[in-house]
């Protein structure tokens, strides 16, 4: 049918046009553009009309083309519930699952996103590490970032913990973990960050140990104790950085040495490169 004009379309949704007769890519535009003017009566009008087409789908092509349609309409419940009225053969399940986790996730149904990808590897968590997911994030991730928002932080620690990425993703992974369980197990929390510590300092990423020696400092203090060692090691190694910026934030005065330097500037620790002398966070 091709693409039609709006008011074309909203008259083809409100009268008896027999579904066949409708294009759900021309309906997808019409939500596309009705979303694009703040229409949200036309884009209601839109998803009722999408959700009547194929309630009996008889293919993998059509659920998918009509819940895709019903995401570009801002309605990602409504997709979920279409992609619930096929069941998937095993050749299949893949894309199937990938977009009800997206539809999921777009409607932020934590839960049922998380279980979308659990299923996608069939409970081999693991192996969401390899999973590189629509907008280029990881699996893995994804699902830690589903159950902490679901409240199951532990949960979401123990995924982060299955990672065995290396360099600044397995050190952010660690701090991630750590702060999860700060609450549960405060001891435990610091382990992983002495062992994020030693992995930044290993790989001269002298920005990701300023980060996790300030959180390791918010950690230690929320559980009561005094933050002594990692303020230290902080001043130590901003000293040793030349990052005025966060001395000044650890001491709490004013500039040092004049105006305080932003860790972007040249010289701050987020530009630095490998130090002729490195130091131990």
């Known amino acids: 049918m091709g693409f039609q004009p709006l008011p074309l379309l909203l008259s083809m949704a409100t009268t008896a046009v027999p579904a066949s007769s409708v294009d759900l890519a021309s309906l997808q535009q019409a939500c596309l553009t009705a979303r694009q003017q703040g229409e949200t009566l036309q884009q209601e009008v839109l998803r009722n009309r999408l959700l009547e087409l194929h309630p009996h789908p008889n293919s993998l092509e059509i659920v998918l083309a009509n819940a895709r349609a019903l995401m570009a309409c801002g309605a990602p419940e409504s997709a979920f519930q279409v992609l619930s009225r096929y069941g998937p053969n095993r050749e299949e399940r893949r894309d199937w699952l990938l977009l009800r986790w997206e539809a999921a996730a777009a409607a932020l149904d934590h839960p049922r996103a998380a279980l979308a990808l659990r299923r996608l590897v069939d409970g081999d968590i693991s192996a969401l590490e ?106 130590q190694l901003t000293a040793q950085l030349d990052d005025r910026y966060g001395r000044w934030q650890l001491e709490g005065s004013g500039a040092i040495d004049g105006l305080p330097r932003s860790p972007r500037d040249p010289g701050g620790h987020a530009g630095v490169g490998e130090p002729s002398s490195a130091p131990s966070p």
């Open 130 to 235: 390899q999973e590189q997911l629509p907008v280029q994030r990881n699996g893995l991730d994804q699902l830690a970032y589903h159950q902490a928002a679901a409240g199951e932080p532990l949960d979401a620690a123990a995924v982060l913990l299955l990672g065995r990425a290396g360099g600044r993703v397995g050190v952010e992974r660690l701090g991630r973990a750590a702060e999860f369980i700060a609450t549960e197990d405060p001891e435990q929390a610091d382990q992983l960050l002495e062992q994020a510590l030693e992995r930044a300092a290993d790989a001269k990423a002298w920005g990701q140990a300023i980060a996790l020696l300030q959180l390791q400092l918010k950690l230690q203090l929320a559980a009561g104790g005094d933050g002594a060692r990692p303020r230290e090691r902080l001043l």
